[in-house]
């Protein structure tokens, strides 16, 4: 019923197309504005209304205009126009989907693969300010042929498929479809050679998933320079097997960090402030992160104990989870005991206080553990500073 | 303590106003304004937000999922519907999703604008106005130039590049004839000069009765520009070679405060440096306060409550523009540069007759040539 009732409406608008072409009735030729890009071309043709080209029935004008629902092949005709036309809005989205653009956001309605990353977890917005060269490849997967491989591959590692998400925000790379599986093997291989356990590795992954990127060779180097460290004065600073590998699983940032930033750093310590060897390792095996402040901040530092509260360089050595807090805290609360009166960091003296419990933690755990007062009182000699 | 806001865009609508927040010494002007707006976005993004939006998208009869609402509930007429026929049907908008846009606010979303600075070095009750209303009430806040108190520690017998303890000392000299009564003395002065000079700055006929009422109620300022005016001085502490003033004063920055205390080293044959400074009040707004906010104490309740408070303290008649001087005609003196050659006595004693000059003021006519600092 429908149907005779569509096919009533195109007959009288071919209808009309097949009067006479005199040159007041010639129809334009119309077509989409701002069609989708995804559309072919061909479609627009065969939307166009002229009296040329798709025009079926230019010879046979009289016999149509005698029978209106008459010629069947004119009927069939049109019913086939009309079904490519469904094909085509089966695959065709409703919404245009720009040739440029900066961020993923526009292309998350019409991608079926983004739209599943995002029921992982990851989070699209990072991937933006931090990793813009993966945009690229992220917009042209294909959720069987890529996604699908590596999300198996990462679940024979031992990663949860809760932890997708957060893997993949860090190192999108990881669907690039140039990196392949073979890669990553190859890389788990190595590190297996160097008998990381299983069990360390997949620590790695969840929390530092940029090593299945790295190059073997490149990382063999890195490696080889932590294990013999290089000081000033052409000293090196030896580590075992187990102590390396103990500093790289809780520091793994120090793969990709800067080679010379590092070996600075250790300069520094050797050479501005006088540590000893033995005593530079003992620290960077307590807190490994030291190596990745920067220069002036490890200066400033350093000073703070060592001249402001007035510590021995074998104390703050044996002491150096000290370095993690933001140096202006530690300062103030140094400041307030020092008001007090209540600044003894010698452990043979009265009234000792141990540096981990002053630097170490929020405010309120300072009070508390220093038992210095409440948090008011901290509060109230705050505003006088 | 009013109930807390728990919805996000509710507390954006509200965070509008003006508040005053306790800069520490050390840290830069800018940096510190900036950690104030990310504490706040990231409170408020902590909040509930707002739900995703939605999209209308047309559907098959057949494709329809029982998530997807339908759009015209009213008008679903069956005659005539087939498997193939679309439907408008309302969707989750994947490009609204909360991983896809990121937090819904950002640093760019608030403007905080600040009344006059503090230096790196100072410390002190800084005023801040968060978004329109509160930029709106800083530039009437500003202009309507309410007193500020300062305290000042000053350490006599050095004389350095910048009056602080930083840059290098130039000069050092003996000081132990100063004693607390002739601190008290000067301070006295310089207080006396400045405020007959910001009466005599300000063009009015001081004959007038209309003048003596002003006076009385302390509105007799400049309406210009006419350098620091210093209306209280007083000593606080002395325990030589420190000691403490007290200032109260009207379009200072802490760079004359620093210039005070070595002119008032000067004037006590001496040299003197700067080694605190702390604003300890701006207008209504008190160090004290527990409404002035200490940085860890930033948060989107704790400032809200703070707003509130002090839209009360600010009284309604305290930011007018005052007209009292729109049909006076006014004769003002020749208007004082902001040379810093000038020291802060001749500034205020400019329009003093020239003729009388004591020995004091050659004095420092003398030293204010010579003196690094300017």
Excluded at chain 2, 89 to 114: K, M, N, T, Y
């Amino acid at each position: 019923m429908a149907q005779r009732a569509i096919a009533r409406f195109g007959l009288s608008l071919i209808r009309r197309n097949l009067k006479p072409a005199t040159s007041y009735n010639v129809c334009k030729k119309r077509s989409l504005h701002n069609t989708p890009t995804t559309v072919d071309n061909s479609l627009t043709k065969s939307y166009s209304y002229s009296t040329e080209g798709n025009n079926p029935t230019s010879g046979s004008e009289e016999s149509a205009s005698d029978e209106p629902f008459g010629n069947d092949e004119v009927i069939n005709d049109f019913m086939k126009f009309d079904e490519e036309l469904k094909e085509k809005l089966k695959t065709l989205d409703s919404v245009s989907i720009p040739r440029k653009s900066d961020s993923l956001a526009d292309y998350v309605n019409s991608s079926k693969v983004l739209q599943t990353l995002v029921m992982f977890g990851v989070e699209l917005y990072t991937i933006e300010k931090q990793f813009k060269e993966a945009l690229d490849f992220l917009v042209k997967l294909d959720l069987n042929r890529d996604v699908v491989p590596k999300l198996q591959f990462l679940k024979k590692n031992k990663l949860t498929p809760q932890e997708f998400g957060a893997t993949v925000t860090k190192n999108p790379h990881i669907l690039d479809p140039q990196n392949k599986i073979e890669d990553f093997e190859e890389m788990i291989e190595y590190l297996r050679s160097k008998k990381f356990t299983s069990k360390q590795i997949a620590s790695l992954l969840v929390r530092y998933p940029k090593f299945l990127t790295l190059s073997v060779p490149k990382i063999d180097g890195i490696l080889g320079f932590y294990q013999k460290l290089p000081t000033n004065f052409a000293n090196t600073i030896y580590f075992s097997g187990n102590q390396l590998r103990s500093l790289i699983i809780r520091c793994p940032s120090l793969l990709t960090a800067d080679l010379e930033a590092v070996f600075l750093n250790i300069k520094l310590l050797e050479q501005s402030f006088g540590f000893s060897l033995p005593q530079i390792k003992n620290m960077v095996t307590i807190y490994p992160n030291l190596l990745l402040l920067e220069m002036k901040e490890l200066e400033l530092r350093c000073r703070l104990f060592l001249f402001e509260m007035e510590l021995t360089k074998e104390e703050l050595s044996q002491a150096a989870l000290v370095f993690n807090n933001r140096r202006k805290r530690t300062e103030t609360r140094h400041y307030y005991l020092k008001s007090l009166g209540r600044n003894q960091y010698k452990p043979d003296q009265k009234g000792y206080l141990s540096m981990l419990d002053v630097v170490v933690g929020t405010d309120e755990e300072f009070c508390e553990k220093c038992k210095v007062g409440t948090i008011e009182d901290y509060e109230r000699f705050l505003k006088t500073i | 303590m009013s109930l807390p806001v728990t919805y996000a865009p509710k507390a954006f609508r509200w965070l509008n106003g003006i508040f005053a927040v306790y800069k520490p010494a050390d840290v830069p002007h800018y940096p510190f304004v900036s950690s104030i707006v990310d504490k706040l976005v990231l409170d408020i993004n902590s909040l509930e937000q707002r739900p995703q939006k939605k999209r209308v998208v047309f559907k098959r009869q057949s494709e329809i999922e029982d998530s997807d609402h339908p759009v015209d509930e009213s008008n679903q007429s069956h005659v005539g519907q087939l498997e193939n026929t679309l439907k408008p049907v309302c969707v989750p908008d994947w490009f609204d999703h909360p991983l896809v846009q990121g937090p819904r606010f950002r640093h760019s979303d608030f403007e905080l604008l600040c009344g006059t600075t503090l230096d790196v070095k100072a410390c002190g009750v800084l005023v801040v106005g968060l978004k329109d209303l509160g930029s709106d009430l800083i530039k009437r806040f500003d202009r309507a130039k309410l007193p500020r108190k300062y305290l000042a520690h000053g350490h006599l017998g050095l004389a350095s590049l910048s009056a602080t303890g930083e840059t290098k000392i130039v000069e050092r000299s003996t000081w132990q004839h100063v004693t607390a009564d002739k601190i008290a003395r000067i301070l006295m002065h310089i207080q006396g000069t400045h405020r007959k000079a910001s009466i005599r700055q300000t063009g009015v006929d001081l004959s007038t009765q209309k003048a003596y009422e002003l006076a009385l109620e302390g509105l007799l300022k400049p309406q210009q520009y006419c350098g620091p005016i210093i209306l209280d001085l007083k000593l606080v502490e002395f325990k030589p070679p420190k000691f403490g003033i007290e200032v109260t004063c009207i379009d200072e920055a802490c760079s004359d405060i620093r210039r005070l205390i070595h002119e008032i080293g000067l004037i006590l044959k001496t040299n003197a440096i700067c080694t605190y400074v702390q604003r300890q009040q701006d207008g209504p707004f008190l160090y004290d306060d527990p409404n002035t906010l200490l940085l860890r104490q930033i948060n989107v309740q704790r400032v809200l409550e703070s707003m509130t408070y002090f839209r009360h303290v600010l009284t309604p008649g305290m930011l007018k523009r005052h007209t009292h001087f729109r049909n006076e005609t006014l004769v003002l003196p020749d208007p004082v540069s902001k040379a810093p050659t000038q020291t802060l006595l001749t500034a205020a004693s400019d329009t003093q007759d020239k003729g009388v000059t004591t020995d004091d003021d050659t004095l420092l006519e003398e030293l204010s040539e010579t003196s690094v600092g300017g």
